[in-house]
T-cell receptor, first 112, second 110 residues
Framework: DTAVSQTPKYLVTQMGNDKSIKCEQNLGHDTMYWYKQDSKKFLKIMFSYNNKELIINETVPNRFSPKSPDKAHLNLHINSLELGDSAVYFC???????????FGPGTRLLVL | GENVEQHPSTLSVQEGDSAVIKCTYSDSASNYFPWYKQELGKRPQLIIDIRSNVGEKKDQRIAVTLNKTAKHFSLHITETQPEDSAVYFCAAINTDKLIFGTGTRLQVFP
């Protein structure tokens, strides 16, 4: 009965590789988000989708591409991984873009 | 765009004491202010929130106050316990996105 789930939990990979992180929510929410939390714990929004449409696209390298196959899923694909991409990536969802956001457990990405 | 500042960055208190974390925001259009608690290795979890039409909200040992004129809001934790130890984030939202403060690491010593 997990509300917001992410896979994988841990991801260790080499520089230059391409990887994907998946997110699913079973709360019936319309809006989903991706956040990046760096080593200093700063939480910064990357993308937001409302009902499968991109509504927020922060200054993120175009190596990052979100994809929303339906409103319950928001995946994040990262091309040509760099050392600076190492971080914890959190998915979140909310009913509306001004309501409470519920976070997934996070995916810890380490690029070697 | 919105900018949220949070102080202090670290806070150490003795069990049973009170803890106060303060945040300021820049955009007067912001209308929703949640507080999240993040334990080590875990997800941020909402502990309390306040909307701009309310000045204060309380939930057991946790309270939040909002001063719209000064554009600042605070988290108050009374009778702190060791399990309150975590990183606390304030945030502000206006039209479309949640902007987080830089976090406060709270340590409660028994």
């Amino acid at each position: 009965d997990t509300a917001v789930s992410q896979t994988p939990k841990y991801l260790v990979t080499q520089m230059g590789n391409d990887k994907s992180i998946k997110c699913e929510q079973n709360l019936g929410h319309d809006t989903m988000y991706w956040y990046k939390q760096d080593s200093k714990k700063f939480l910064k929004i990357m993308f937001s989708y409302n009902n499968k449409e991109l509504i927020i696209n922060e200054t993120v390298p175009n190596r990052f591409s979100p994809k929303s196959p339906d409103k319950a899923h928001l995946n994040l694909h990262i091309n040509s991984l760099e050392l600076g991409d190492s971080a914890v990536y959190f998915c979140a969802s909310s009913q509306l873009d001004q309501e409470t956001q519920y976070f997934g457990p996070g995916t810890r990405l380490l690029v070697l | 765009g919105e900018n949220v500042e949070q102080h202090p960055s670290t806070l150490s208190v003795q069990e049973g004491d009170s803890a106060v974390i303060k945040c300021t925001y820049s955009d007067s259009a912001s209308n929703y202010f949640p507080w999240y608690k993040q334990e080590l290795g875990k997800r941020p979890q909402l502990i309390i929130d306040i909307r701009s039409n309310v000045g204060e909200k309380k939930d057991q040992r946790i309270a939040v106050t909002l001063n719209k004129t000064a554009k600042h809001f605070s988290l108050h934790i009374t009778e702190t316990q060791p399990e309150d130890s975590a990183v606390y984030f304030c945030a502000a939202i206006n039209t479309d996105k949640l902007i987080f403060g830089t976090g406060t690491r709270l340590q409660v010593f028994p």
